[in-house]
């Protein structure tokens, strides 16, 4: 089969790319944030003449798809198929011969839509960005109408989550790197870097030997693994006291309801309604304490206050700090006021975290507000997550990384 002259003009530039640096670059998935959804948009480059196509980012996401119609060089993958079988996590993936169907999902607008599994080029620049890595992808064609509920320019999601077909895992599977990525989100531009070998090489030795590492836990569903990222949050604190919470509720089972969870498509932290009562109520005393005004709530916010007379430092406004013990109390993700308040006008700053109900799918979702200018490093070797605090206490931001923002590199 003829391979399109496109494509072959990028694999010879990334050999030789590889050849010339010693193989030591960095690819990099620019991320920008839409200030309409609130969704984080990344770019990527698809087809045989390797057009950017943008895709609403979805952490815990089985895999990508783009809305049918974007490309002609796709080509149907067969059910039964070893790359089926992966796509449907082992079930029954259809008759000998025929098309593998999967279910693709559109998690923005709650939909849900069968769809053809595919392969086609999908090239991912450098960070330099004089070369671009192409690798044939699995991905999913699906209906127009998942469409529905992403931001405007956007043609499809990328599924970031754990499994063999997500596009990290694919990557690394075709280049030989090592099975990890890193994830840098701002309020305008970010970045996924889905090549993390060296965080050093990336980031800077200052932050990435900052960084602190819990397990990352595994969830069943059904016969199969969740693709979706669950850490151990054992406590709460505000202020340095932890919350009175039902434990239970923390811990992750297999019956659903439990756990926490890091989400790129949920905007703001969800809490239940019990957890969601208490960190409130504690954040409100605390807040009372340091002479913040209390104001009218602004939905979908409860916990309101005057910013006027707020005092501004490096990490945000000056608030009760929010903190997740995790394994043990030496190991906590701390939340200061720039990943806990949200400014709604003018005058108002609110808490950043939402009640979500008595039944919850989970009872701690981490939404993508309370990650921006953090580092989040995913290790799937290890089962492993590294976070850094704010960057804004080095004075930085996950949009310092983007490759729009770094000056061009020399060869």
Request: contains cysteine.
């Amino acid at each position: 089969m003829a391979v399109p002259k496109s494509r072959f003009l990028l694999l010879l530039l990334l050999c030789f790319s590889a050849l010339f640096h010693g193989g030591a670059f960095s690819l990099v998935i620019p991320v920008n944030k839409d200030s309409v959804t609130n969704q984080y948009l990344a770019t990527l480059y698809h087809g045989s003449q390797i057009k950017p196509v943008h895709l609403a980012v979805d952490l815990g996401g089985r895999f990508l798809w783009m809305a049918c119609g974007g490309s002609s060089s796709s080509r149907p993958i067969l059910s039964r198929s070893i790359q089926c079988i992966a796509a449907v996590g082992g079930g029954r993936s259809g008759s000998s011969g025929s098309a593998c169907d999967v279910i693709a999902g559109n998690p923005f607008g709650d939909l849900e839509g069968k769809a053809v599994l595919v392969e086609d080029t999908v090239a991912v620049r450098s960070l330099d960005r004089s070369t671009a890595a192409v690798i044939v992808a699995l991905h999913s064609c699906a209906p127009r109408f998942l469409l529905q509920g992403l931001a405007k320019s956007a043609k499809g999601v990328l599924g970031l989550g754990r499994n063999q077909i997500s596009l990290p895992a694919q990557i690394a599977t075709e280049l030989g790197f090592h099975r990890r990525f890193s994830v840098c989100l701002s309020s305008t531009n970010g970045v996924v870097f889905p090549d993390t070998g060296n965080l050093d090489s990336v980031y800077g030795s200052e932050i990435s030997s900052s960084l602190t590492y819990t397990p990352i836990l595994t969830k069943k569903t059904d016969a199969s693994q969740s693709p979706e990222y669950f850490i151990n949050v054992k406590a709460i604190k505000v202020d340095g006291n932890r919350l009175d919470l039902n434990k239970s509720l923390l811990d992750l089972d297999g019956g659903g309801g439990g756990g926490t969870r890091l989400s790129t498509v949920v905007p703001y932290t969800t809490l239940g309604s019990s957890i969601f009562n208490s960190l409130t109520a504690a954040f409100r005393a605390a807040a009372a304490a340091m002479n913040m005004k209390e104001v009218a709530p602004v939905a979908p916010f409860e916990a309101c206050f005057e910013s006027e007379n707020m005092e501004m430092t490096a990490t945000g406004p000056k608030v009760p700090e929010i903190e997740l013990i995790l394994q043990s109390e030496m190991v906590g993700w701390k939340i200061n006021g720039r990943n806990s308040m949200v400014k709604v006008n003018d005058e108002t700053l609110c808490l950043g975290f939402v009640d979500g109900g008595l039944k919850p799918r989970n009872a701690v979702v981490l939404g993508g507000y309370q990650m921006e200018d953090i580092v989040l490093d995913f290790d799937m070797g290890t089962s492993m997550l590294g976070f850094s605090s704010s960057l804004l206490q080095r004075k930085k931001s996950c949009s310092e990384f983007s490759p729009e923002n770094l000056p061009i590199r020399a060869g």
